[in-house]
């Protein structure tokens, strides 16, 4: 018996077609890659040593403004290089950072680079693709694909003395690893929609969101060189009301004052410790994140309401915030 073998059309693994997830991951690196940098800095370490540290940044306009992780270039010497896929290799000052949102503006003086385009998100879903590219462990140029594992994560930061909470972060399962904080977590059309900023395990990380709050931190670093917030002189913490306040005011919690700093505007207004605060300005208040949210920059210095419980009685207080310092 003769044997007789048929060729295959199109045999060549070059000419086979991409599935249609690896298409939105391709599509996403080759669009995102050219606008995603790997940065070197020195920072300072105890004993007054110098190590070289890494991370990522994401340029978002074409005259050199780049946008990455707060933690990337703390204790630096506010400088550093920054190098790009097509080989270039730039310096860049730190224009400025917030600690509280882990976020930092860079600014070079090269004037053509390609910036990405920042997404929204809000419109995000779980189980949504996203795309992360970074340098991690100095990787140039690394993409990593996963979904949105949860939304509206709690992602704790410091600045000396002061504890804020950024609300809203994104969990993904897109592995990430030291070196790709300040790099881009992407949609599927390639949109920036959070930047990477923390491992919280295997298969866990964190990136905090692009959203209309960390848009006004942005153009304030950018503009500025800082995002001023309102300082009460508050130590708070969360409690329940009591019942005949929670059937009044028919919510079930608010925020008790634990401590009040010396000399401060709450100080000053006589707030006292235990007091429960249920609203500022006729807004209701129910949580510690819910009154850091509230204190933007347009309240310094000017006067605000504080609605309180005390020993049974509704009371109001006003004062003045001053600027958080540090």
């Given amino acids: 018996m003769e044997l007789r073998y048929i060729a295959a059309l199109d045999e060549s693994p070059e000419e086979e077609p991409l599935d249609a997830y ?19 800095v020195s920072q300072r370490v105890r004993g007054g040593r110098r190590l070289d540290g890494g991370g ?37 000052a730190v224009v400025g950072a917030d600690a509280l949102s882990d976020l930092a503006v860079l600014r070079s003086d090269t004037r053509d680079l390609v910036p990405a385009e920042l997404g929204h998100s809000e419109q995000l879903r779980v189980g949504q693709l996203v795309v992360a590219i970074g340098n991690p462990h100095g990787f140039a140029g690394s993409v990593t694909a996963g979904v949105v594992s949860a939304l509206g994560r709690s992602l704790p ?8 909470i950024v609300d809203n972060v994104i969990q993904t399962d897109a592995a ?39 848009r006004k931190i942005v153009a304030a670093l950018m503009s500025e060189g800082r995002f001023r917030r309102a300082y009460l002189g508050l130590a708070l ?5 009591p019942p005949r306040v929670a059937a009044r005011l028919g919510r079930s919690s608010g925020v008790e004052v634990v401590t009040v700093v010396e000399d401060s505007p709450a100080a ?14 006729g807004r209701p208040i129910e949580s510690v994140d819910e009154l850091q949210r509230l204190m933007v920059g347009e309240l310094i210095g000017a006067a ?13 207080a006003t004062l003045v915030p001053d600027e958080l310092e540090g």
């Fill in 22 to 40: 690896s298409r939105v991951v391709t599509g996403v690196a080759e669009r995102l890659a050219p606008s995603v940098a790997n940065l070197r």
């Fill in 56 to 92: 990522s940044a994401v340029v978002i306009t074409p005259d050199g403004f780049m946008l990455t992780s707060a933690h990337v270039v703390a204790q630096s010497n506010g400088r550093g290089r920054a190098s790009f896929v097509d080989g270039r290799e730039i310096d860049f």
């Fill in 157 to 164: 930061t410091r600045s000396g003395a002061n504890v804020r």
């Fill in 176 to 214: 990430l690893n030291p070196g790709n904080s300040g790099g881009a977590l992407a949609d599927g059309q390639g949109r920036v929609v959070g930047i990477n900023t923390a491992v919280a395990g295997v298969g866990l990380g964190l990136a905090v969101p692009i959203n209309a709050a960390t």
């Fill in 237 to 241: 913490g969360p409690r329940p009301l």
């Fill in 268 to 281: 000053r207004a006589g707030l006292r410790t235990e007091d429960l605060i249920v609203a500022l300005n």
């Fill in 304 to 316: 605000v309401r504080l609605t309180v419980e005390r020993q049974g009685r509704e009371l109001e």
